[in-house]
């Protein structure tokens, strides 16, 4: 499977963007789906994941505020952002994976480029 992310950009402090994850050449639903973000110096941490069955999960620093969801007819993945702060600065990448391990990196197989989100006053 290919992923093609979308959607970053400038935001100001408290607003709002939606990432955007669209798969080729197979179902996206036969995957777990997963957004990652990385800032210069850290580690790729997990922000949220949506499983096949379409089950969620979210760390804890987002919860409330992001939301991912899954159009299995457009193939799409996506991440609502509300309320964006800057500490969620980041680029933001997401990664498929069949593993039934989720929020580590290194068991994602499939990755999309990243897109840079901003948040800033």
């Known amino acids: 499977v290919q992923l093609q992310a979308s959607g970053g950009g400038l935001v100001l402090p408290g607003g709002s963007l939606r990432l955007s994850c669209t798969a080729s050449g197979r179902s996206i639903s036969d995957y777990s789906v997963g957004w990652f973000r990385q800032s210069p110096g850290k580690e790729r941490e997990v922000v949220a994941f949506?499983?096949?069955?379409?089950?969620?999960y979210y760390v804890d620093s987002v919860k409330g505020r992001f939301t991912i969801s899954r159009d299995r007819a457009l193939n799409t993945v996506y991440l609502q952002m509300n309320s964006l702060r800057p500490e969620d600065t980041a680029a933001y990448y997401c990664?498929?994976?069949?593993?039934?391990?989720?929020?580590?990196?290194?068991?994602?197989?499939?990755w999309g480029q990243g897109t840079q989100v901003t948040v800033s006053s």
């Open positions: 990664a498929a994976t069949k593993s039934v391990i989720r929020t580590t990196a290194s068991y994602y197989d499939y």
């Open positions: 949506i499983r096949g069955s379409g089950s969620t």
